[in-house]
């Protein structure tokens, strides 16, 4: 089963920025926070991914809380082709599980006009 | 920018007949990935490959399920006898390095439907 918690739906307006939520509690040391996008019935997008810090890339900004047990995706200015389910995932440095993707259900964005 | 193909985007097989899905990974990517999305549901690991060998597979790819690079540059899914539960999205996927930025980069998928 996944780690992580995730909203099942969440509405943005196009322009604003899109904050999406993620809970994962259980998280230990060595595990690093992805976060990937579907649209529609696409592959999964890679958008980030963060280990303690807070990263920045030309899609999306990641917050991690000091404790690592919550993140935050942070899509800037949304616009409609940022409609996707989007996906947090927890994923061990090494070991067991170290080679696989857990999605679970994620948040399903839509961005209203 | 380099991506991950696969063919065919779309297959029709009867139950019980063999079927291989076939992809292309990034060029310099190391580690090569199969994924299945039933309709509707998770997408789901099925298995890493790394070095011709298996790194590492679930509890779904089971005897029915084998994984090939037969040359330098496809990665193949074989069904050996497909089942209605067969049916799904194929993803294929790369990643270059394992941890860090071990990032894996997905295709588009095949989509499979079993008759």
């Known amino acids: 089963d996944a780690k992580t918690t995730q909203p099942p739906s969440m509405d943005c307006a196009e322009g604003r920025a899109a904050n999406l939520p993620c809970n994962h509690s259980?998280?230990?040391?060595?595990?690093?926070v992805y976060w990937y996008r579907q649209i529609h019935s696409q592959g999964p997008q890679y958008i980030i991914h963060g280990l303690k810090n807070n990263e920045t890339n030309e899609m999306a900004s990641l917050i991690i809380t000091e404790d690592r047990k919550s993140s935050t995706l942070i899509l800037p200015h949304a616009t409609l082709r940022d409609t996707a389910v989007y996906y947090c995932i927890v994923r061990p440095l090494s070991g067991a599980g170290s080679y696989q993707l857990t999605f679970g259900k994620g948040t399903k964005l839509s961005v209203i006009p | 920018e380099p991506e991950v193909t696969q063919t065919p985007s779309h297959q029709v097989t009867q139950m019980g007949q063999e079927v291989i899905l076939r992809c292309v990974p990034i060029s310099n990517h190391l580690y090569f990935y199969w994924y299945r999305q039933i309709l509707g549901q998770k997408v789901e690991f099925l298995v890493s490959f790394y070095n011709n060998e298996i790194s590492e597979k679930s509890e779904i790819f089971d005897d029915q399920f084998s994984v090939e690079r037969p040359d330098g540059s496809n990665f193949t899914l074989k069904i050996r006898s497909t089942k209605l539960e067969d049916s799904a999205m194929y993803f294929c996927a790369s990643s270059e390095a394992l941890d860090p930025g071990g990032t894996q980069y997905f295709g588009p998928g095949t989509r499979l439907l079993v008759l």
């Open positions: 259980t998280i230990s040391g060595n595990e690093y």
